[in-house]
């Protein structure tokens, strides 16, 4: 097994910073794959709120559904999931 860094608190803020961009390239990377596969559909959601449903070919849009509106939540808020009763 290799071994182990230890990072010190500057290296780990300026690791943090770097999530954001790598969730963007992920997120592109994604979305290239699902294009890329002629065989299915991409479903996403839009920037107005709407549920869209695009070819793979890009020649066609269709409108799935309207979404509810976001709930807002404040930074730092933590949520927990509720637990059911058997």
Request: glycine share 10%; aromatic share 2%.
């Amino acid at each position: 097994m290799g071994r182990v860094t230890t990072l010190n608190e500057g290296a780990m803020q300026t690791a943090e910073l770097q999530i954001p961009q790598l969730a963007t390239e992920a997120g592109r990377a994604a979305y290239g794959r699902a294009i890329a596969n002629h065989s299915a559909p991409l479903v996403m959601t839009s920037a107005c709120g709407l549920l869209v449903m695009r070819l793979a070919d890009g020649a066609g849009t269709m409108v799935l559904r309207r979404l509810p509106p976001r709930t807002p939540v404040r930074v730092g808020t933590v949520l927990t999931r509720a637990k059911r009763s058997p």
